[in-house]
């Protein structure tokens, strides 16, 4: 069993920046991908940004120049940095990660994701 715990979250100004933290326990391993997910009111989960074992990352297209995901497999620990933020980046985000090896856009998926977080509440102002 693996426990994540995100934290972080909070209020920004629109342009500013925050980083996310994901503390992880338990049974980890540094082949698990990693991934941030969001969820805004009224709308459905979905995919930010996701790291493989071997540091590969993938963003959601719209986000790509604006968030970068990194791992301390050391630290059992996975960040979001999140630069340049808007309004619609409101939501509660999720930390996620894999039972085992995933890649490649797999890692897009929340099916993929076996372990997730209680999430992180941003809220950025305009």
């Known amino acids: 069993q693996v426990h994540l715990v995100e934290s972080g979250g909070g209020l920004v100004q629109a342009g500013g920046s925050l980083r996310l933290s994901c503390a992880a326990s338990?049974?980890?391993?540094?082949?698990?991908?990693m991934g941030w997910f969001r969820q805004a009111p009224g709308k459905e989960r979905e995919f930010v940004a996701a790291?493989?074992?071997?540091?590969?990352?993938d963003y959601a297209d719209s986000l790509k120049d604006r968030f970068t995901i990194s791992r301390d497999d050391a630290k059992r620990t996975v960040y979001l940095q999140m630069n340049t933020l808007k309004p619609e980046d409101t939501a509660v985000y999720y930390c996620?990660?894999?039972?085992?090896?995933?890649?490649?856009?797999?890692?897009?998926?929340?099916?993929?994701?076996?372990?997730w977080g209680q999430g992180t509440q941003v809220t950025v102002s305009s």
């Open positions: 338990g049974r980890t391993s540094s082949s698990q991908g």
């Open positions: 790291i493989s074992y071997s540091r590969s990352q």
């Open positions: 996620a990660g894999t039972e085992t090896y995933v890649g490649g856009t797999y890692l897009r998926r929340m099916e993929s994701y076996t372990y």
